[in-house]
């Protein structure tokens, strides 16, 4: 039996089992001050017997053991979560920790639309923009964690929005997150009507991450997920024509576009990805014990 929280910007989920078909419990905490979050949690796996957990959280997280600041929160917008201890929660049990995106990725590879492959991305386009990447079943890691959202990608000719990334301004988070669209079109994404230029030029941004992700690593597999994907499934086959159309039968790439349809898909959990993500990793951490 495992464990899992994953650490949401809103709210949290504790999630015990040992796979989708397997969920024991499920318990929805709101994300506040870190206190109270991490206290309501501590006491909801207080009250379950389990094996290992798995953290799967909002970031930035300091993910190098060696480093002091092992498993806190660092550099965060949320600011009142910097320095934030999200190991505390481990007590002496084995345990994971790794980005939100990180997780969903590894579940998907586990229970998902990955399964069988070796190498995969996980994008969600919602608040913000995550991804994770994937190879030789493991997610990339450098000094730190993925924050491939952020990348700088050349504007649709025509687009004259400045981005509202608090660090770059028009990196594609900036671009094509929901707060951006929301920002553009100046009212709710779900309320931004389907033929809005927002959305092209949304898909744009998007289209050119997976450009540089295709040429970058050419993962066997994208899936694009989150909150405004989600909402507006018609964003999909706008950006796989923007991809194919971008990529201009480059090198390897006939093998991403003459098969599109199941090289971008979307995540075969749906919304399970994350706590499910959480799961993945706490038995990640019971394997390596
Ligand atoms: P989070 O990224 O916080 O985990 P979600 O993935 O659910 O959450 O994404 C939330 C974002 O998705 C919000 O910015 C919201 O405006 C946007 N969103 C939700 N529904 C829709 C929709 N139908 N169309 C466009 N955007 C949407
Ligand atoms: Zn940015």
């Known amino acids: 039996m495992f464990a899992g929280v994953e650490l949401g910007g809103t709210k949290c989920i504790c999630i015990l089992g040992s796979g989708p078909d397997d969920i024991r419990d499920q318990v929805a905490v709101p994300t506040t001050t870190p206190e109270d979050t991490l206290g309501a949690i501590a006491e909801i796996l207080d009250s379950w017997d389990f094996h290992a957990l798995g953290i799967a959280g909002f970031g930035p997280l300091q993910l190098d053991p060696a480093a002091p600041d092992y498993g806190c929160v660092v550099n965060s917008p949320k600011r009142?979560?910097?320095?934030?201890?999200?190991?505390?929660?481990?007590?002496?049990?084995?345990?994971?920790?790794?980005?939100?995106?990180?997780?969903?990725?590894?579940?998907?590879?586990?229970?998902?639309?990955?399964?069988?492959?070796?190498?995969?991305?996980?994008?969600?386009?919602?608040?913000?923009?995550?991804?994770?990447?994937?190879?030789?079943?493991?997610?990339?890691?450098?000094?730190?964690?993925?924050?491939?959202?952020?990348?700088?990608?050349?504007?649709l000719a025509g687009d004259g929005f400045a981005g509202n990334c608090p660090f770059h301004g028009d990196c594609v988070e900036g671009m094509a997150s929901g707060p951006a669209i929301e920002a553009r079109a100046n009212r709710k994404g779900s309320d931004v009507a389907p033929d809005d230029p927002a959305w092209a030029f949304a898909a744009h941004s998007i289209a050119m991450l997976c450009h540089n992700l295709v040429l970058t690593s050419l993962p066997q597999r994208i899936l694009i997920g989150g909150g405004v994907v989600t909402g507006q499934p018609q964003l999909l086959d706008q950006i796989r024509a923007r991809l194919i159309d971008s990529l201009a039968g480059y090198a390897a790439t006939a093998l991403v576009t003459g098969d599109i349809d199941n090289f971008l898909q979307p995540p075969g959990l749906g919304s399970h990805a994350g706590p499910l993500g959480a799961l993945a990793l706490a038995q990640d951490a019971a394997r390596l014990k």
């Open 80 to 155: 009142s979560w910097n320095g934030a201890n999200l190991l505390t929660l481990a007590g002496d049990k084995p345990f994971a920790l790794d980005t939100d995106v990180n997780g969903a990725a590894l579940a998907e590879g586990r229970w998902g639309a990955a399964q069988g492959l070796d190498s995969w991305a996980y994008i969600t386009v919602g608040t913000g923009i995550g991804i994770g990447s994937i190879s030789g079943r493991q997610p990339l890691r450098g000094l730190g964690h993925s924050e491939a959202g952020h990348q700088r990608v050349p504007r």
